[in-house]
């Protein structure tokens, strides 16, 4: 039976899509659509695909009796099942897989009953669908994701190289623009908001969106406006695997309104901070600058350590070098070559630099202490190192020296 396209086919010749945005089904919406459809019957017909379509997916494997491809209407599908029914009302929106999920993720876009998620895996896996079909796609090896990262890496100046010909870049990048565009979206704002939402911990997925009160600290100062979470701020907690402090650096990013980068040094400064330092930061003891300066501290300290342990070993080495020195003989074939008048300078060596003075340096160590150094002047510290290093040149260089004469 058909109708202006549409249909009314056995359910067993539905195969419902394993690429669909939507991943779990409320009971409660299941059993109000149940009751609706058996008081009411079907009103809206599913939207499906003959199943051999040729830009089906390779990962859609139908059985026997499949005869189309669910596009949109799942709910549907299943409450006519539980119902018992045995035929259901379809139409086909397109002859083509690509073409019918896309005019799916238009219709998804503004449906309430479709949250930001589940529009966040529609709109990539629009995007696969379509992008797979240029060639040298299937090289990315997170498909539209990598490519929208490489697209934003490119504005910037830092892209890599995909290993793709520039000309299918830019038809890749041509086509994603398209299909966000004809979708609802851009690709600046599918990076931005939509793919942060795919890898979040649930925690962090509950808080997306929702409002915190404020006040406003500008001209309009005194008045009340709210703040939207954005996706893309809750993402950079992400990297936070603990859940007591990912719980409390929310709530730090909720009380002060942190922005996208904000929120990346937070979570970089909880991931790295001394425990006592953390505690500070999210109770509002400490503010995030100073907590980040404790942090940079900190790694100053294990760098001071290591130059102290250098200075142990070169103390050692200058030691041997000075009782090597008196031990030495005079050697006759170069007390011949010495003369009683002052030797010229060949002319290669006029420009060198003067030698460093090893007495100069000698003083500055013996007053140096490597366990105050977190206190110390950052130039300081970094001559201290340059000295050191001075200093290595100069025992390899001696050691070379040293060794005809022995």
């Not at 520039?166 to 990048?173: F, G, K, T, Y």
């Amino acid at each position: 039976m058909k109708d202006n396209n549409v249909m009314e086919i056995e359910l067993g010749q539905i195969m419902p899509n394993p690429n669909q945005p939507r991943k779990t089904f409320d009971e409660a919406e299941l059993n109000n659509l149940r009751q609706t459809i058996e008081h009411g019957g079907q009103i809206e017909p599913l939207w499906v695909v003959p199943i051999t379509a040729p830009d089906v997916p390779n990962n859609i494997r139908p059985t026997n009796g499949h005869r189309y491809l669910l596009i949109d209407g799942e709910r549907r599908l299943r409450a006519m099942e539980a119902l018992g029914r045995n035929t259901v009302k379809v139409q086909e929106v397109d002859t083509s897989y690509t073409g019918a999920y896309h005019k799916g993720i238009i219709k998804h876009k503004t449906t309430a009953r479709h949250d930001d998620v589940e529009k966040a895996r529609g709109i990539v896996e629009d995007l696969n669908n379509h992008l797979s079909q240029i060639e040298g796609f299937e090289k990315l090896a997170n498909g539209a994701v990598t490519l929208i990262n490489y697209l934003d890496s490119k504005k910037r100046g830092k892209a890599w190289d995909l290993g793709i010909p520039h000309q299918l870049v830019r038809e890749m990048e041509k086509t994603a623009e398209r299909v966000c565009d004809s979708a609802g979206y851009t690709v600046n704002t599918l990076r931005t908001q939509q793919l942060p939402l795919l890898g979040l911990k649930p925690d962090l997925l509950e808080e997306v969106g929702k409002i915190v009160e404020g006040t406003s600290t500008g001209k309009k100062k005194g008045k009340k406006r709210g703040w939207r979470i954005p996706a893309s701020t809750l993402s950079k907690l992400n990297s936070i695997t603990d859940n007591g402090l990912r719980a409390g650096a929310l709530a730090y990013v909720k009380r002060h309104k942190l922005t996208r980068d904000r929120a990346q040094t937070l979570a970089g400064t909880v991931n790295t901070a001394e425990p006592d330092v953390t505690d500070d930061l999210l109770n509002d003891k400490i503010s995030l600058e100073e907590a980040k300066r404790s942090v940079e501290r900190s790694a100053t300290g294990e760098e001071m350590d290591e130059v102290a342990r250098e200075i142990d070993i070169l103390e050692d080495e200058v030691a041997w070098l000075d009782g090597e020195f008196r031990e030495l003989e005079p050697v006759p074939e170069l007390e011949e070559q010495v003369g009683s008048e002052p030797q010229k300078l060949p002319v290669e060596t006029m420009n060198e630099p003067e030698p460093v003075r090893c007495d100069r340096i000698r003083d500055d160590l013996r007053t140096f202490n490597p366990y105050s150094m977190k206190n110390m002047p950052k130039e300081v510290i970094d001559r201290t190192v340059t000295s050191l290093r001075e200093i290595q040149v100069m025992v390899s260089a001696l050691l070379e020296q040293l060794e005809p004469v022995q």
